[in-house]
């Protein structure tokens, strides 16, 4: 029997980094393994779907809640597939394409490593103004800086049942970085983007506990803290490359890296 990935994801009102997320894992381990929970959206965005769709009926949002559902499941198809991954949206798995000639081919040379956490990147533009991503094109190419966030460094790769905390920043199983797997997240590629965004994420109607517990904080903040936010990390630029830096050191500090280059390796995914 043949290797086998799939790849979970969950979205509500996902019109702009779905068909992005669908294209980029479909080419990688094929639609047909790609499983959609859709929690209630109303704009479409799921409607025609080339891949596997669960649709959820949507009430508030509880972090809690959602990772214990996707943890169940990841077991679930782990009797179907060799490894299982879950990925937000606008997340993006890419190992080193000069050591792997694929997710896929990724995945089958780590089978000896229970869960795999990724080196998190947050992609921003480098400078105020820059022109709108055009998505009919790699977007590292046209967004080719970010900073290194441990908070991003997540356990996205199991070969193994687990359970996530909510966040999925963390889970109950010993995880194994790897220095050759990065994962970029895209929402704050562009302000524009990242605003409208965080206007859908401010008007929902979160759970009391994930209020109390502080969960999605940052997706509930105002406008100003957003783009004062942006314009700090520009101010942080270095023209020098994300490899380059002690990554180890500043992952296990809990720190995050200035914006600096995206290493060549990765650009074209």
């Not at 209020?211 to 406008?223: E, F, L, P, T, Y």
């Not at 936010?229 to 992952?251: C, T, V, Y």
Request: aromatic share 10%; hydrophobic share 40%.
């Amino acid at each position: 029997m043949s290797f086998r990935a799939a790849i979970i994801t969950m979205v509500y009102n996902e019109n702009y980094f779905l068909p992005l997320w669908c294209a980029y894992y479909g080419r990688q381990v094929g639609m047909d393994n790609l499983y959609v929970i859709d929690h209630g959206s109303t704009d479409g965005s799921t409607d025609a779907l080339p891949c596997n769709r669960l649709r959820i009926p949507r009430d508030c949002f509880d972090d809690g809640q959602r990772a214990a559902m996707i943890s169940r499941l990841h077991a679930s198809l782990l009797s179907f597939f060799d490894v299982v991954i879950y990925v937000d949206c606008d997340e993006f798995l890419v190992p080193r394409t000069d050591l792997f000639a694929s997710l896929p081919d990724y995945l089958e040379k780590h089978r000896n490593h229970s869960v795999i956490r990724a080196v998190g990147v947050d992609v921003f533009p480098e400078r105020p103004n820059m022109p709108a991503v055009n998505t009919s094109r790699p977007l590292l190419e046209q967004r080719s800086f970010g900073f290194i966030n441990p908070w991003e460094s997540k356990p996205v790769i199991s070969y193994v049942p687990i359970s996530w905390a909510p966040g999925f920043h963390e889970c109950d199983q010993p995880s194994y970085l790897d220095l050759d797997l990065w994962l970029f997240h895209m929402k704050n590629m562009d302000l524009d983007i990242s605003l409208k965004r965080l206007a859908l994420t401010r008007a929902l109607n979160w759970s009391k506990a994930s209020v109390q517990n502080g969960q999605g904080a940052h997706q509930r903040c105002s406008d100003e803290e957003l783009i004062n936010k942006f314009q700090h990390l520009m101010n942080r630029k270095r023209n020098i490359g994300l490899d380059s830096l002690p990554i180890n050191e500043i992952l296990s500090k809990g720190r995050t890296s200035d914006i600096c280059q995206i290493p060549e390796q990765f650009i074209s995914f």
